[in-house]
């Protein structure tokens, strides 16, 4: 079974909409990290934010805000306001210790195309 | 501040021939992992570092891919006899490390992208 679900294979908005892309995991550990990253054309993966599995506060950044929920075991993504520059690919990621370190696992990404 | 850097960007080889590729880390950072990733699909954890011990090497996809970090600082992963199914894009991160919290951040570099014939 995987253990993070991104269900959205490409989701095409018009600039100005809002936009939430999906992330369900699965995990057995009581402490865990989710991240999410974006991957635009040029291929280097940017770091956008991290969370940890005892703080469950949502959080918000510009047009940026991210909603966790342990009860559904997702950590959901929106983008307010949508712009061109948000076309990218954006992964949700799930890290589990392993031998001392958290290793991410990566979701298969959801493509975002914002048409102007 | 330099993030991860990763050369060669683009790698072009015929099949069984070997290939090495290098990822300088963000210089405070003392972990550093290897990923490769295909089309379509996220990033594939293969090796990690801490300093130059290579902590985590299971994942690693055979035993024609070997990995170094002599130093402590900059890593090479080296793919022998290179098949076409490597093709891919090999990519570098690093972090901190260890201790949880932010510390466990991944930074990645820009990728080398690998086109076995």
């Known amino acids: 079974a995987q253990k993070v679900t991104q269900a959205q294979t490409e989701i095409s908005v018009v600039e100005k909409e809002d936009v939430t892309l999906d992330c369900v995991y699965e995990t057995r550990d009581t402490t865990y990290y989710l991240f999410w990253y974006k991957q635009p054309p040029s291929g280097e993966l940017v770091f956008l934010i991290r969370r940890n599995s005892f703080d469950e506060q949502n959080e918000i950044s510009g047009r940026y805000s991210w909603n966790f929920q342990k009860s559904t075991s997702s950590f959901n993504f929106t983008i307010t306001a949508s712009q061109v520059v948000d076309s990218a690919v954006y992964f949700c990621a799930l890290s589990e210790q392993s031998g001392g370190s958290y290793i991410p696992t990566f979701g298969r990404g959801t493509s975002l195309i914002v048409h102007p | 501040d330099t993030g991860v850097s990763q050369n060669p960007r683009h790698k072009i080889t015929k099949r069984g021939q070997n290939v090495t590729f290098r990822c300088d880390p963000i210089s405070e950072h003392n972990r550093l992992y290897w990923y490769r990733q295909t089309l379509g699909q996220g990033p594939e954890f293969l090796t990690y570092?801490?300093?130059?011990?290579?902590?985590?090497k299971s994942r690693l996809l055979s035993d024609r891919f070997s990995a170094e970090r002599p130093k402590g600082s900059f890593s090479t992963l080296e793919i022998q006899r290179t098949e076409q199914g490597d093709s891919a894009m090999y990519l570098c991160?690093?972090?901190?490390?260890?201790?949880?919290?932010?510390?466990?951040?991944?930074?990645f570099g820009p990728g080398t992208r690998l086109l076995v014939l």
């Open positions: 570092f801490q300093n130059e011990a290579q902590l985590e």
């Open positions: 991160a690093s972090s901190l490390g260890p201790s949880g919290g932010s510390r466990e951040t991944q930074y």
